[in-house]
């Protein structure tokens, strides 16, 4: 029973959203034994700025996660924010220090990147290509640049947005090596689908999957299907291969852990979670 003693997350997002997360996180919370509720809040854009705001003067508010189609618009209403979110241009974690400030991270991209990691991929070094520059290609691009790549291929139809996106990250990341214009995945030790193409049956493919070598790492973000055409056509090519759900669960560890909860795995949250997909 949810009272007063009950530590609130806030999910904010456009009231029409699918909210998944309480389907992840409260199942969890009940096993453990914690104390804990994430509820989800429609919110219009139109509202948004006073509601983040309003939403943190509840005296047992843990935190906020933040969906679209807000996630851009919070990087201008929090106090601070991190580098990652610089470089994404979006915020999609919120919480109150003790000086009642508030503070902003992105943590799509670091979901990702840990996927990646557990998965035995060592990201040092290597040359990477996000086909897709927008929310959460951006913020897998910012995660993965944090990581001491080498080099990172930026491709997006939109080149303006591509282009934004390298100079943040030159600005912020003065170690990467970035690269534009191109989807030719030849030579890049990972390849990610950031793009919406898989979603639907017959969609085209992001990028000529012919060209990306067997020893390559492919990851996707596309959540609708486990194995998308991309997927299974780069795992025929013999390439190890990372499934767009497998970024959901790997960050909400880090999401606890950021809200001040203990630590946990995503085969934990996979275990208690009650989702339809």
Known sequence: MINGKTELIAHIGYPTYTFKSPMIYNPYFEKKG??????????????????????????????????????????????????????????????RDQNGRLLGDMFDGLGFVRGLQRKGFDTLGKRVLVVGSGGVGSAIAASLSSEKISTIGLFDANTQSAESLGRRINENFSGVNVVLGSNDPEGYDLVVNATPLGMKEGDPMPLDVNKIAPETFVGEVVLKAEMTAFLLAAKKRGCRVQIGSDMLFEQIPVYLEYFGFEPTTAEELRATAKLDY
């Open 34 to 95: 914690i104390n804990a509720v994430v509820i989800p809040m429609g919110c219009r854009s139109a509202d948004f700025s006073v509601f983040l705001r309003s939403v943190f003067q509840l005296t047992n508010i843990r935190g906020a996660l933040i969906t679209m189609p807000h996630k851009v618009a919070t990087v201008d209403l929090v106090d601070e924010i991190t580098p990652t979110v610089k470089v994404a241009g979006a915020c999609n974690a919120v919480k």
